[in-house]
């Protein structure tokens, strides 16, 4: 399953649909079309039902005797609990405004990615199951008997969705795909189908407190090599707080930022700024995940995994905690977080005050967490940090907007302040891609796993592209994001459409331009790269023929 | 296919009148009993899904934001009120003009695929088309609607004597044409033609979609002839009606056919409306993306099936499964028992 070249891929979209009806037109099993489904030793250390060996490339995906039953008195239950599913399954009038709204359909042409047949997937069988006329009139009134065909459609279409909610944008009745696929993959979950690449992450989430599964000890290793990075770049060793109690603010980031490049420099770019401040923080490797991979899963895994948040502020006595940067999270935290658990929030939470400008984030009175860039921002604003920002002049950025600090929060403005302050070259890219109506980066969701990578690549289309656009038109070589899977998926997407750009976090732009007191002349950025000026630094390497 | 058949259908429910008030002369049956069965299904019906939804609680704040969020700081980081409220206010405005003003379709654009000097390129167009034929369609419905209250109102309200006025200033014609029925049709038959003619939509094209186009097309069908063609008795009508209002059944002879075409159409949309997607017309008021501010973060949203029996894994449990390393990497421990590992436990 080699992913076919970039322009051969472009050529290869169709936008025509097929000759059959949907219902009638098979799905393609072949491999690269799916995720790998959840290992049983991972569904049983959660307890989710019927693990086991199976692939969706087999004839028999061994499902329960009584899947049927299970999935249909699970969509009566869901109903039952959810007026957006109820909503969402009666008042689509497929006007199709939401058709090319969807990054993986601008990419892959497949009519089942259209967002409004992707939810007529399940419509079909609401239809059938709970409205008269679908019980009576199948064919014509869209309706169909749920059958393992169908099952296994949804497996397919709902794992090519990432709940990015572009189109609930544009949809005149705000019909939200990410509730009609959130709820589907909680159908399927009962049945013991789901995705490895999501499932694992949320075992080792719950046990190890990350999604990588990094246990306490080498947590505390990987943090102290980022310390002595940070060091050969700044001459200056910062401190990094691990499980300390009696702080002030408890820092949760995505794990990512810990383990992969280049969410490590964003990471040091978090430890610089703290260090700078003398902050009176501590992170914590019970809690050493931001991200939340239970928002794909089911409510109760989510909640389940969030509640660590507030446990462990808690247990170390901090009054407030401040998040990194990371897209889902942030869904998580400003439409889920105090809903789930905020009656778990200790007697010493208060309203987030920034102890250096004394700024009080009322806009997180409930939640009492506060977005890193909110929080970099506010210090910027009052002149609190000495920035150099001519030490990102070797980088002509742009910004990507995440879909869920986009479109289920509105975090737009914040994270491009911190950019324009230490960075000279901002560019914008096109509208129509960016703030509210970014392109998902195609690996949301738990997407974000390469046996998927032609489909990803595809999906990838509308935001290659636009960087692709101000790539050629200002030159662009840095993508910036507040988002670790951003970090991880956008690099392959860069590469492929718009190679030459590399990815970064905001942070890390920060980390390079902030001045630390006492630092030692920067010869090097953060990934140890010489700075304009310093190239031939330590270089005894000199071009063939000069 | 789909469309065929709906228009088959809606063919059928004309010749059904036709024969039962101009053969079967079975006018008080078409006149009065189909009406006010149809009348009393659509109100119950209607009622009785806003109810049903309404009876599904809203467990998760998740309004689609559209744009900056109220900031810590909103002089700095100006919000965008309507498109990403946290207040009831500021959520009322954006529901009145996403109801009144259809602005999330106003948003719609279409993306295409070109080659520019070899080089790929998405590109994306504004599409207002669909935004402007729907708003045609629906204001002309809705003022259609309101000069159709004269039929059973006496006194005849202002507004209904200034809708039609309004409606007919152009003065053209005897009786003065209206412009919402040009305009209906107008906007009737683009959503038709749009459906047919984009191939991605007349894929997913249900006879959901096509049925009630053809039904209300033919309902303003034959308004439109009863009023300019047929030039029906409307004082004769107009006793009928104010019977219907009144429950004082009476049904005049001498009344055109096509009006009975007209109210056999009108009775099976009424009829047909709360079972179908027309259901959009209550639903919208209800969409949770929409009517909810983005305030989750400020003020506590209740599910009123949060579980509090879902804990996290604990960190006594975390502490028991990793103590030995944590201890060797320098980590504390709130019980120093843990170091020496479960192992002999």
């Known amino acids: ?115 409004v047949l992707r939810a007529e997937l399940m419509r079909s069988i609401y239809r059938k199951d709970f409205t008269l006329a679908g019980k009576i009139l199948s064919k014509l009134t869209g309706s169909r008997v749920m059958e393992e065909d169908v099952l296994k459609e949804w497996f397919i279409y709902f794992y090519q969705c ?45 046990r190890t407190g990350n999604h990588l599964g990094i246990q306490p000890h080498a947590f505390a290793d990987i943090v102290e090599f980022m310390v002595d990075d940070i060091e050969e770049v700044t001459g200056v060793r910062v401190k990094a707080p691990l499980n ?163 479109r289920a929060m509105g975090l737009l403005d914040e994270p491009r302040y911190v950019i324009k302050n230490v960075c000279n070259n901002f560019f914008e890219m096109p509208k129509g891609t960016i703030r509210e109506e970014t392109f998902c980066c195609a690996g949301g969701s738990g997407l974000n796993t390469d046996e998927i990578m032609e489909i990803r690549m595809r999906g990838g289309l509308p935001r290659g592209n636009a960087l692709r656009y101000v790539q050629q038109k200002h030159d662009v070589n840095m993508m ?17 459409w718009a190679p030459g750009v590399e990815i970064c976090g905001t942070h890390e732009l920060v980390g390079n331009a902030l001045i630390l007191p006492g630092e030692e002349q920067r010869t090097m950025d953060l990934r140890q790269e010489p700075l304009p000026g310093f190239e031939d630094e330590d270089d005894d390497w000199t071009p063939p023929n000069a | ?184 049709i107008a906007g009737l038959l683009f959503l038709l033609f749009r459906r047919l003619a984009d191939a991605k939509l007349r894929y997913i094209s249900l006879v959901n979609d096509y049925f009630p186009l053809f039904l209300i097309i033919g309902i303003a069908a034959s308004g439109i002839y009863m009023r300019y063609y047929a030039k029906v008795d409307v004082i004769a009508i107009k006793e009928l009606t104010m019977g219907l209002a009144t429950f004082n059944f009476h049904v005049p002879a001498n009344i055109d056919v096509s009006f009975y075409v007209h109210v056999f159409l009108v009775s099976v949309l009424l009829a047909y409306f709360p079972f179908s997607k027309l259901m959009h017309l209550g639903g919208v008021f209800l969409s949770p993306t929409r009517n909810m501010p983005n305030d989750s973060r400020i003020r506590h949203h209740v599910n009123p099936w949060n579980d509090p029996n879902i804990k996290p894994h604990s960190y006594e449990a975390y502490e028991k499964d990793f103590g030995p390393m944590m201890a060797e990497a320098g980590l504390p421990l709130d019980n120093p028992e843990n170091a020496k590992g479960t192992e002999e436990a």
Not at chain 2, 118 to 140: D, I, T
């Open chain 1, 480 to 496: 910036a994001c507040i988002c670790a899977i951003d970090r991880a998926t956008l690099i392959p997407l860069a590469n492929y």
């Open chain 1, 244 to 406: 300390e109690k009696g702080h002030e603010i408890i820092f949760i980031t995505p794990s990512g930022d810990v383990f992969a490049d280049p969410g490590i420099y964003t990471f040091m770019g978090y430890l610089m700024l703290f260090h700078y401040l003398d902050l009176d923080y501590t992170m914590s490797t019970y809690a050493s995940e931001g991200g939340n991979f239970g928002l794909f899963t089911s409510s109760e895994m989510m909640k389940k995994l969030n509640a660590k948040m507030y446990a462990e502020a808690n247990r170390l006595g901090a009054k407030w905690i401040l998040g990194g940067e990371c897209g889902h999270m942030w869904r998580v935290i400003n439409q889920y977080m105090d809903t789930m658990n905020g009656d778990n929030q200790g007697p010493q939470m208060i309203t987030p005050k920034n102890p250096v400008t004394g700024t009080v984030f009322h806009n997180a009175a409930a939640t009492k967490m506060v977005h890193i860039t909110e929080f970099t921002s506010d210090l910027m604003k009052h002149g609190k940090l000495n920035l150099d920002p001519s030490r990102n002049d070797h980088l002509r950025v742009t910004f990507h907007d995440s879909c869920n600090p986009a």
């Open chain 1, 1 to 115: 399953m080699a992913v076919p070249k970039a322009d051969e891929l472009f050529k290869s979209i169709d936008y025509t649909p097929p000759a059959t009806g949907w219902m009638e037109t098979p799905v393609d099993f072949s491999p690269g079309n799916w995720c790998y489904p959840a290992k049983p030793e991972i569904l049983k250390s959660i307890n989710f039902p019927n693990p086991r060996e199976w692939s969706p490339e087999d004839e028999d995906w061994k499902l329960p005797p009584n899947w049927r039953d299970i999935v249909h008195q699970g969509f009566v239950e869901r109903l039952e609990k959810y007026r957006s599913l109820k909503l969402f399954m009666d008042i689509c009038v497929r006007c199709g405004a939401c058709a090319d709204k969807c990054h993986f359909f601008i990419g892959s042409g497949d009519p089942k990615n259209m967002p």
């Open chain 2, 1 to 184: 296919m789909n469309a065929l058949y709906s228009l088959l259908f809606v063919f059928l429910l004309v010749f059904i009148p036709l024969f039962g008030v101009g053969l079967g002369h079975l006018n008080t049956i078409f006149g009065v009993c189909i009406p006010m069965t149809a009348f009393v299904i659509f109100i119950l019906g209607f009622a009785y899904r806003i109810f049903k939804w309404g009876k599904s609680p809203v467990p998760f704040s998740i309004p689609t934001t559209g744009g900056q969020q109220y900031a810590y700081d909103p002089e700095t980081f100006k919000q965008s009120k309507w498109d990403n409220p946290t207040n009831g206010f500021q959520t009322f405005v954006r529901m009145a003009l996403e109801i009144l003003t259809f602005r999330s379709l106003f948003r719609n654009s279409s993306a295409s695929l070109h080659e520019v000097k070899g080089e790929p390129v998405v590109a994306y167009a504004s599409a207002k088309w669909l935004w402007l034929f729907a708003l045609l369609f629906h204001y002309s419905f809705l003022v259609i609607v309101i000069r159709h209250l004269r039929l059973f109102l006496e006194p005849i309200p202002f507004f209904v004597n200034g809708a039609e006025f309004m409606d007919g200033i152009l003065q053209i014609g005897a009786p003065v044409l209206y412009q919402s029925d040009l305009l209906i």
């Open chain 1, 162 to 206: 990432t709940e990015c909610r572009r189109c609930s944008l544009f949809c005149p009745y705000g019909i939200d795909t990410a509730e009609v696929t959130m709820m589907a993959r909680e159908l399927l979950h009962l049945c013991g189908i789901g995705i490895n690449w999501i499932m694992e992450p949320v075992s080792n989430c719950n």
